[in-house]
């Protein structure tokens, strides 16, 4: 009775929201999309890939309709999707993993960060993520009621503060590694891999990588997977997914690895939440990742590789110095020269006043580091690229 009073005194969304959502609010990139449509701007604030996906992609769906692969599939993923991954991961990755009992098929890379949180943490552990962090990990720890321990990058070249992971993990469950990383665009190097690895090991932690942009690399930097680390090979998830690399960001279609009891009670989350990815999408995917070879990632790094030196030109010409990223695709820019007070505001004014979407920098960050940026997706087409920097020059020429 007491809970049920204590509900009736709140008013608005308070009295309808549970407890795990209250402090849940629509994130700056949603907000800064919604504006972007309404003035009709180019959008390089959210990470949508408006880039066709290979052409044998799209010609693969409709005949794995044809075919039947319209029905629930295992909560894991069809077979050949499997067996695909776990071939393409000992060919690219140097992962050796069971395609019957290590791999796991998710809706899009952040269903299976949201199914191993809560197949493998409990309400109240501590979880770790690097900062700058990408939201969607920061939001999905706090919906599953885990404590968020924010340990931030060295401000000058994004590379790990040993000293505060090691205070962090003191009591932590898990820690998150996204690399390439979004927004910071740090490729870590083996020995910060190292690094992790002891650290793991030391404070019993679980690792958690994201590695969605595995094949945007840039001037010779390399992925290296975390799990292919002795120190981290039985502590770590691996999560990755064809979302970015196909361009296909609204099939849904991501995955993870795992030692094989963390893969069954993350399958079992996934069953109950999802039941499966959709089938002839899974099947397409499949198809698509045995028929391509390795000059099909290889034109991929190249050509958004030529994307980043193009936008970041532009960048430095109009006076918003960019933080040159490693991979990924994204670039954070300094828009202090812009005066403004939040880089809310400075977004919000690149989007007014030369048509181009961004996101704040305070999406990233906890505290006042985040103000004085904004990230921008290159991760585009040519035309909306040119597009955008076209309306970014104009803007910078008019005296911005």
């Known amino acids: 009775m007491a809970i049920k009073a204590e509900r009736t005194d709140r008013t608005g969304l308070e009295r309808v929201r549970s407890d795990r959502v209250a402090s849940l609010v629509q994130s700056d990139i949603r907000a800064m999309t919604q504006r972007c449509l309404e003035l009709d701007g180019v959008n390089l604030g959210q990470g949508i890939c408006d880039t066709p996906p290979p052409e044998l992609l799209a010609g693969a769906v409709a005949p794995a309709i044809e075919r039947g692969d319209n029905r629930y599939t295992r909560y894991d993923g069809i077979g050949r999707l499997r067996h695909a991954l776990a071939d393409r991961l000992q060919r690219h990755n140097g992962l050796d993993v069971d395609p019957d009992g290590e791999i796991v098929v998710t809706i899009g890379s952040t269903g299976a960060f ?32 885990l404590e968020t321990r924010l340990v931030g990058l060295r401000p000058d070249d994004f590379s790990l503060d040993m000293a505060a992971l090691e205070e962090a993990a003191k009591g932590a469950r898990a820690l998150v590694l996204n690399t390439p990383g979004n927004p910071s665009g740090r490729v870590f190097k083996r020995r910060e891999l190292e690094q992790l690895g002891e650290l793991c090991q030391r404070h019993d932690l679980l690792c958690i990588t994201d590695e969605i942009y595995e094949y945007f690399l840039f001037d010779g930097h390399r992925h290296i997977s975390p799990a292919t680390l002795p120190s981290l090979r039985d502590r770590t998830v691996t999560i990755s997914g064809y979302s970015k690399t196909y361009s296909i960001t609204g099939w849904r279609i991501g995955f993870l690895t795992a030692p094989r009891d963390m893969a069954q009670a993350i399958g079992l989350v996934n069953d109950l939440y999802y039941v499966c990815a959709p089938s002839p999408l899974q099947a397409a995917v499949a198809e698509t990742i045995k028929a391509l070879g390795d000059d099909y990632y290889q034109g991929l790094a190249h050509d958004f590789q030529l994307k980043r030196d193009d936008f970041c030109g532009v960048l430095k010409d109009i006076g918003l110095t960019p933080r040159i990223p490693e991979g990924a695709y994204y670039v954070l820019a300094d828009v202090t020269p812009l005066g403004k007070s939040s880089s809310q ?54 005296g911005a």
Request: one cysteine or more; aromatic letters at 10%; proline letters at 3%.
């Open 345 to 398: 505001a400075a977004a919000m004014e690149i989007l007014e006043q030369a048509g181009v979407a961004s996101v704040p920098g305070s999406a990233f960050f906890s505290g006042d580091e985040g103000e004085s940026v904004v990230r921008f997706c290159f991760g585009k087409s040519d035309q909306t690229l040119h597009a955008a920097q076209e309306r970014l020059l104009r803007w910078g020429r008019a």
């Open 114 to 145: 949201a199914t191993t949180v809560m197949a493998l943490c409990n309400p109240g552990d501590a979880i770790i993520l690097l900062e700058p962090y990408y939201g969607y990990h920061l939001n999905t720890a706090r919906v599953a009621g």
